[in-house]
């Protein structure tokens, strides 16, 4: 497969970021997108749905998460996940579910680079 075989080629920290990223928009839409998609159906419909969208995200963050472990440490890869996360969900929420942007996602930003600091610097 071409893509593989290009994803490989890349460096660790690109692949697993690469892969997180892509996860983290799957992730998104399966715990928000009902939200606006299925406010009206029952919650029942939305777990399942969520939950088949859930899987995508499963197959990117797996191996995104096992392929990091090869050079970051589980404490890195987790805030790793969380700064993609909050890059992925502002502009998600702002622009699919149309909420305002707060000055509150810049503070959270400010504290995810403090985090990124504090859990990378011995590396």
Not at 73 to 87: A, D, N, P
Request: a positive charge; hydrophobic letters at 55%.
């Amino acid at each position: 497969m071409p893509f593989l075989s290009t994803l490989q080629a890349l460096p660790v920290s690109a692949q697993t970021a690469g892969l997180l990223l892509l996860s983290n928009v799957f992730m998104t839409f399966a715990w928000y997108g009902h939200l606006k998609n299925l406010a009206a159906s029952p919650w029942y419909i939305a777990a399942l749905i969520s939950w088949c969208i859930a899987l995508f995200e499963y197959l990117l963050q797996v191996p995104g998460n096992r392929i990091g472990f090869t050079r970051f440490s589980v404490g890195q890869l987790k805030i790793m996940q969380e700064v993609i996360t909050l890059t992925v969900f502002v502009p998600f929420a702002v622009f699919y579910l149309h909420e305002p942007l707060k000055l509150d996602y810049l503070w959270a930003a400010l504290c995810m680079v403090g985090a990124v600091y504090f859990i990378f610097r011995s590396a």
